[in-house]
């Protein structure tokens, strides 16, 4: 294939390193759920557990505006708990065990699972804001 020929997908990664408001290269779901920077899909969009990092190593977006609120905790809090309760239920009607066992399982397995699903949700949250250019809204915004 000839350089003249390139598929459309990558003719979106030559906008500008740091470009305010450029499009997104990735599908903002996968690069939400690998934790990879939502233009590029490349780089980590984060440096810390849930720290945001300022910037995409690999393109240079800008992450400092990055916010996706309560959001992520909410879904994982319904997502983690409804398998726990499930797993819970399971195991009340197959064994009838006492109350420590379901404390000693049922509560390590939340956390895992609340723990695990955080992170990609808070990055798959903040993508889908990147891909929608969502914004804050403000009082003048009203006033129009």
């Known amino acids: 294939m000839s350089s003249t020929n390139k598929p459309h997908s990558e003719d979106k990664t030559t906008v500008p390193d ?11 779901w996968l690069a939400g759920l690998r934790c990879r ?5 490349k780089g980590p969009v984060f440096s810390g557990f849930l720290n945001f990092a300022d910037s995409c ?22 997502i983690g708990g409804a398998i726990a309760v499930i797993f819970a239920l399971g195991l009340e009607f197959a064994f009838h065990p006492p109350m420590w066992v379901h404390m000693a399982l049922s509560l390590p397995i939340a956390l895992v699972i609340c ?10 949250l903040f993508a889908l804001q990147f891909a929608n250019k969502a914004a804050e809204i ?6 129009q």
């Open 18 to 28: 740091g470009a305010a408001g450029a499009a997104p290269a990735t599908n903002p």
């Open 138 to 143: 403000r009082r003048e915004d009203w006033d």
């Open 57 to 78: 190593s690999a393109c240079g977006q800008d992450f400092r505006a990055a916010d996706s609120g309560d959001g992520p905790a909410v879904f994982v809090i319904l």
């Open 37 to 41: 920077c939502p233009r590029c899909g």
């Open 115 to 124: 723990i695990g699903l955080l992170r990609p949700f808070k990055a798959t």
